[in-house]
């Protein structure tokens, strides 16, 4: 059984950072493309960024320059640091497993989901 369990998320003034962890379990983490998607208030939920298998990745034209997503196959954990976090930011945050090597942008090409982590900035 496939488990992500997303951690990291709080409350943070616009101009800071913060740094969310999302560790997997239950398959081989490493051959597995991961993302990261968000839902604000009242809206859809959004593509953030994404890692290849071997590292290669993507953003929002929204985040780019500001958060960089990574991974650590030997602890099945993909990161997301955030830096000059804005209020528009604010959102939960999802960790998202995907069906095989590559990295997308499309919602539903990912099969595993975290339960979702706050991220509140304040203006």
């Known amino acids: 059984q496939v488990q992500l369990v997303e951690s990291g998320g709080g409350l943070v003034q616009a101009g800071g950072s913060l740094r969310l962890s999302c560790a997997a379990s239950?398959?081989?983490?490493?051959?597995?493309?991961m993302g990261w998607f968000r839902q604000a208030p009242g809206k859809e939920r959004e593509f953030v960024a994404a890692?290849?298998?071997?590292?290669?990745?993507d953003y929002a034209d929204s985040v780019k320059d500001r958060f960089t997503i990574s991974r650590d196959n030997a602890r099945s954990t993909v990161y997301l640091q955030m830096n000059s976090l804005k209020p528009e930011d604010t959102a939960v945050y999802y960790c998202?497993?995907?069906?095989?090597?590559?990295?997308?942008?499309?919602?539903?090409?990912?099969?595993?989901w975290g339960q979702g982590t706050r991220v509140t900035v304040s203006s």
């Open positions: 890692v290849t298998w071997s590292g290669s990745t």
């Open positions: 998202a497993g995907g069906r095989d090597t590559r990295a997308n942008r499309f919602e539903g090409y990912y099969i595993y």
């Open positions: 239950g398959r081989t983490f490493s051959r597995y493309g």
